[in-house]
């Protein structure tokens, strides 16, 4: 049985992604006129992809997938190495890399408030409803 339900577990997962993503975004804008550094990203859906490929499935229906994941994190950091923007072999657009950080940053905190309402509904409740 979990305490607080699936859905702080599915929220703390999402926190740590965004995490990984800003500290990706963050070495990439800090990088952004090193010679030769390669832009990095969190990537997830090929991941995903990747998983559900080679997943053993045990079905009770045809209909029926089976998406149990070995690994804790599902998601990884990856160096982009197919491209280059500058004359110095960097890869690193910053203009592309502002927008992720302030999409992120949005994210992030959009997550941080259902979170905070969450524990807000359980103080209610322990308080007994005052």
């Known amino acids: ?18 995490t990984a993503k800003n500290r990706a975004i963050s070495n990439n804008i800090a990088n952004v006129d090193t ?8 990537v997830f859906n090929d991941v995903l992809k990747n998983e559900i490929s080679s997943l053993p499935t045990y079905r009770t229906n045809s209909r029926h997938i089976d998406f149990q994941s070995k690994e804790n994190q599902p998601y ?3 160096t982009v190495s197919n491209s280059t923007y500058n004359h110095n072999g960097n890869n690193v657009d910053i203009d592309k890399e502002m927008n992720e950080l302030a999409q992120n940053q949005i994210h992030y905190q959009a997550l941080v408030d259902r979170m905070s309402s969450k524990f807000r509904g359980l103080e209610t409740v322990i308080r007994g409803g005052n």
């Open 1 to 18: 049985m979990e305490l607080f339900g699936k859905t702080f577990t599915t929220l703390e997962h999402s926190l740590n992604y965004s």
């Open 35 to 42: 010679p030769g550094y390669k832009a990095k990203k969190v």
């Open 76 to 78: 990884r950091t990856i």
